[in-house]
């Protein structure tokens, strides 16, 4: 995929590519830190549809919801060849007894089997968390274990 980046004197930069229908999707990075989601017009890439403007942490949730499946899907293919093992994201919501607490106080791969191999905040990807890694509500990890193990710590970082 081919990502053009355009400097927009005075605004700040365009970040986009083109999706199969001809549009473009992008993101506006202003130089006052706002960020913007953009939709171009099938018949003039640079002519705006749509504008969504996002604070941070929206574009953050946004990134994890678009990159976690991402990683996800690309993790599981590579397991593919080996029967039983599964990836899974498992989420760190507001209320969790692990929101604010580190890896490590989980005991997640000594009480399940279950790795965590990476950990997707704000659109950025943690991969390989150590045991010191603290999570917040909003965290996505990717999570590699047998379908029980999973399940479990799914229980684990919901209910303790």
Do not use: W, Y
């Amino acid at each position: 995929m081919n990502v053009e980046v355009t400097p927009l004197p005075g605004i700040g930069v365009r970040k986009d590519f083109a999706i199969r229908n001809g549009r473009r999707v992008g993101v506006v990075t202003h130089r006052d830190g706002q960020i913007e989601l953009i939709v171009s017009k099938s018949d003039d890439p640079d002519a705006c549809l749509a504008s969504l403007p996002l604070d941070a942490d929206e574009a953050g949730a946004l990134a994890n919801l678009l990159g976690a499946p991402q990683l996800v899907a690309q993790l599981t293919e590579e397991h593919r060849e080996f029967a039983g093992i599964h990836t899974k994201q498992l989420s760190i919501r507001s209320g969790s007894p692990f929101d604010g607490r580190t890896l490590g106080d989980t005991t997640l791969r000594t009480r399940t089997g279950v790795s965590v191999v990476a950990v997707m905040r704000a659109g950025q990807v943690s991969p390989s968390p150590t045991p010191e890694f603290t999570f917040t509500a909003g965290d996505v990890l990717v999570a590699v274990g047998t379908s029980e193990g999973l399940a479990a710590a799914l229980k684990i970082l919901t209910q303790g």
